[in-house]
Nanobody, 122 residues
C-alpha cells in the first residue's frame, strides 16, 4: 500500500485547508485510514480517522468541531478538511492506513504517507 499526501501550505489563523491522501496498491484489507501530525520537538499525535467500510469517524479533542474527515472510495482517496485553523495546528501532517479497526494509536497503522507541511500564521 502506498499513500501520497498533498494539500498542505501556509494559511493565516482562522483559514482553511483541505488535505488529500491518495492510496494505491493492494488496499483490499485496509479497514481504517487516518491522519496524524508532528510538530518540531513533539511526538507524532493522532488527528482523525475513518472506518473505510463503516464510515465511522474519530477525532482528537483538539480538532473536534474544526476538522472533518471524509473519503472517496471510487478515487481511493482520504480527505481532511481543516477549518478555523490555529497556529498550534502547525505541523507535518501524515496520512496512514491500517488493517485494524478504528484506532488513534499510531502503532496500529502499518502504512504511512510522506507527510505534508501545514503552517498557520498568527
Amino acid at each position: 500500500v502506498q499513500l501520497q499526501a498533498s494539500g498542505g501550505g501556509l494559511v493565516q489563523a482562522g483559514g482553511s485547508l483541505r488535505l488529500s491522501c491518495a492510496a494505491s496498491g493492494d488496499t483490499a484489507n485496509i479497514l481504517t485510514r487516518g491522519w496524524f501530525r508532528q510538530s518540531p520537538g513533539k511526538a507524532r499525535e493522532f488527528v482523525a480517522a475513518i472506518g473505510w467500510r463503516s464510515h465511522s469517524t474519530y477525532f482528537a479533542d483538539s480538532v473536534k468541531g474544526r476538522f472533518t474527515i471524509s473519503r472517496d472510495s471510487a478515487k481511493n482517496t482520504l480527505y481532511l478538511q481543516m477549518n478555523s485553523l490555529k497556529p498550534k495546528d502547525t505541523a507535518v501532517y501524515y496520512c496512514a492506513a491500517s488493517v485494524r479497526k478504528l484506532s488513534s494509536s499510531s502503532g496500529n497503522y502499518a502504512y504511512w504517507g510522506q507527510g505534508t507541511q501545514v503552517t498557520v500564521s498568527s
